[in-house]
């Protein structure tokens, strides 16, 4: 008998098999098709959930997963939608752009004109048998008086899985090598993307902490506790209404230890030196009581503002807008161990909070949720007052963590 050599090819998605025998007259010619596919999936680097200014431009909104098997598949469509419209209009987003994630090229761009859209794609080949990432960017329109976007609301581009029309799926592409179209499979809204969204203000805080004078712990009244900064971005200035900070302690056979007489301090300059309210830059006119006297007690310090009054009225201040100021909470420590004291303390945070609501609310309405830690306003219109339906919690402000700022611990 023969030798016997096996040939396979795969030739536009068809798999051809070439046997033969040497020596003899057998010979075997058979083929397989292998069907062309293209999926379509949100990637795990497609960002988390996130404040953005309005009136920005190409903010991240999606990455999008294409993966195409036995041929390369050149994109010619794409189907998207704005989930969840309940939260968001057509007009917070004036565009909406496609780029390579590897080559930075722009391959498509769209206008939404209801909560559907189709975009045109050019020059984005997904190789056979591999895959390719897709950024969306989305350009966000102005806040204020009669300008299209709505403050507060939660913008969600994705990718739709149920849009088709007489041919097929509406995302679509070319086979290199056949020349086929090639429809996104599998099909229906179970398989449409669920990207984190952005929610939109005109203007966002940035939060940073600063590092206190001393981390020694000793006896004393307006010892420094914390210091931060907020920055308001140049898309306007920050209103804000309410600080609140974790403070705990720990002693041994100490049970008059107690920390008590907290005050917040704001300031024009990183040295803490120029007041940036009034009061001399006070901004809590009562002297918050709050005191820890057990042998290992937590409690959360809530600091309303009135600097202008110094009435016990909740006030709102203000970061102008591209400046920075300067927050210090100060504390009286009384009765410490000079062997097992320890105070620490951080600034809270705010995890969501019916985050697919887009309502904002007065600032005591917003004290009322059970997130309620960091409240703020970006100024939608004016400079809100506190009953303005302008303020929000915390939650994903740049540099507020969800629990809290990292803490400081203070030791003898």
Do not use: C
Not at 57 to 62: G, I, Q, S
Not at 99 to 105: F, G, L, M, P
Not at 235 to 254: E, N, P, R
């Amino acid at each position: 008998m023969g030798r016997k050599l096996v040939l396979i090819m795969g030739l536009g998605g068809v798999l051809i098999i070439i046997s033969l025998i040497f020596g003899g007259l057998d010979y075997t010619l058979s083929t397989r098709v292998l069907r062309p596919r293209l999926s379509v999936r949100l990637d795990a680097t497609s960002p988390a959930f996130r404040l953005v200014n309005a009136n920005s431009v190409d903010n991240v909104l999606a990455v999008l997963k294409f993966d195409a098997s036995v041929e390369d598949i050149n994109i010619t469509q794409l189907g998207l939608q704005l989930s969840n419209p309940g939260v968001n209009a057509p007009q917070d987003l004036p565009r909406v752009s496609l780029w390579t994630s590897d080559t930075n090229q722009m391959v498509g761009e769209v206008v939404f004109t209801s909560d559907y859209a189709v975009a045109t794609i050019s020059g984005f080949v997904v190789p056979a048998d591999g895959r390719r990432l897709m950024i969306i960017k989305g350009n966000i329109a102005a806040i204020g008086t009669a300008q299209p976007a709505n403050p507060g609301d939660i913008i969600f581009v994705d990718y739709d899985g149920g849009a088709s029309d007489a041919s097929g799926n509406i995302t679509r592409g070319v086979g290199i090598s056949s020349g086929q179209t090639i429809y996104a499979t599998p099909t229906g809204n179970s398989y449409d993307t669920r990207s984190a969204g952005v929610r939109i203000f005109k203007a966002v805080p940035t939060i940073a902490k600063i590092t206190i004078p001393s981390s020694t712990l000793i006896n004393g009244s307006d010892r420094s506790l914390y210091r931060f900064s907020v920055t308001a971005p140049s898309t306007g200035a920050v209103g804000l209404y309410k600080f609140s900070f974790g403070v705990s302690t720990t002693t041994s056979g100490v049970t008059t230890y107690e920390v008590n007489a907290f005050a917040v301090y704001g300031y024009s300059d990183s040295s803490f030196s120029q007041a940036a309210y009034a009061n001399n830059g006070r901004l809590n006119s009562a002297t918050e009581g709050y005191a820890m006297t057990t042998q290992d007690d937590t409690g959360v310090i809530e600091i309303h503002f009135d600097p202008l009054t110094q009435a016990g009225v909740n006030e709102a201040i203000q970061v102008p807008a591209g400046q920075t100021r300067y927050f210090e909470l100060l504390g009286t420590i009384a009765n410490m161990s000079a062997t097992s004291s320890t105070l620490t303390v951080d600034l809270r945070g705010d995890a969501a909070d019916r985050i697919l609501d887009s309502r904002l609310r007065a600032a005591d309405r917003v004290d009322l949720l059970r997130e309620n830690d960091f409240i703020w306003s970006g100024n939608s219109t004016t400079i809100s007052g506190v009953s303005f339906r302008d303020w929000a919690n915390g939650y994903a402000i740049p540099g507020l963590p969800s629990i809290n700022l990292s803490p400081n611990t203070l030791t003898p």
